[in-house]
């Protein structure tokens, strides 16, 4: 057990959809990072927030957004899904940056039908 | 732009034999390299990471990569595979240097499978 959780584990819905995936970081850890895990495009740095702020954008799509809360939980946002949106994704987080160790969390499986 | 790349999608070991998995990077930085493994339907756990220091580094379960800056290559042994093993392994690397600043850019896996 990594101490990172996320909900849910499973989500399925349909196109044009919007959904949100949340994440709780270990106790401590300041950093939070989402990734996307798919067939297509393998494992795939989204953002980044650290202490509330936004700290780095990857290949996110502008449908997509997220934040990070007071409490340091954090909510990944998914609008006007695509098939091409399935995927797993992974909510990490770490103390604060690079040379900390990335603690990941189970995953979120993301099917739209 | 950093890039990594693990050559073979697939390796195949006998239990007991050497593991050697590939992993070399483009980076325009000294970056930190990690490798992490993933079991099915599980998250990513680290097995080992170099920061700054020694070249050879150990990680859990009897793994340990050598960085090798000449060659731009991070490559994982493991000197006898077990059947617990088996499971799909990712390079990643980082070249951020700002001490909140922490992307990482991951290889596309290797599979290993571990033969009885």
């Known amino acids: 057990d990594s101490g990172v959780t996320q909900t849910p584990k499973h989500l399925i819905t349909a196109t044009g959809q919007r959904v949100t995936l949340r994440c709780s970081p270990r106790s401590g850890d300041l950093s939070v990072y989402w990734y996307q895990q798919s067939l297509d495009q393998g494992l795939q740095f989204l953002i980044q927030y650290y202490n509330g702020e936004e700290r780095a954008k990857g290949n996110i799509l502008e449908r997509f957004s997220a934040q990070q809360f007071p409490d340091l939980h954090s909510e990944l946002n998914l609008s006007s899904l695509e098939l091409g949106d399935s995927a797993l994704y992974f909510c990490?987080?770490?103390?604060?940056?690079?040379?900390?160790?990335?603690?990941f969390g189970p995953g979120t499986r993301l099917t739209v039908l | 732009a950093q890039s990594v790349t693990q050559l073979g999608s697939h390796v195949s070991v006998s239990e007991g034999a050497l593991v050697l998995l590939r992993c070399n990077y483009s980076s325009s930085v000294p970056p930190y390299l990690f490798w992490y493994v993933q079991y099915p339907n599980q998250g990513l756990q680290l097995l080992l990471k170099y920061t700054t220091g020694a070249t050879l580094v150990k990680g859990i379960n009897g793994f340990e990569a050598e960085f090798k800056k000449s060659e731009t290559s991070f490559h994982l042994t493991k000197p006898s595979a077990h059947m617990s093993d088996a499971a799909e392994y990712f390079c990643?690397?980082?070249?951020?240097?700002?001490?909140?600043?922490?992307?990482?850019?991951f290889g596309r896996g290797t599979q290993l499978t571990v033969w009885p």
């Open positions: 990643a690397v980082s070249d951020d240097r700002g001490s909140t600043l922490g992307r990482l850019y």
């Open positions: 990490a987080s770490s103390v604060k940056g690079a040379a900390d160790t990335q603690y």
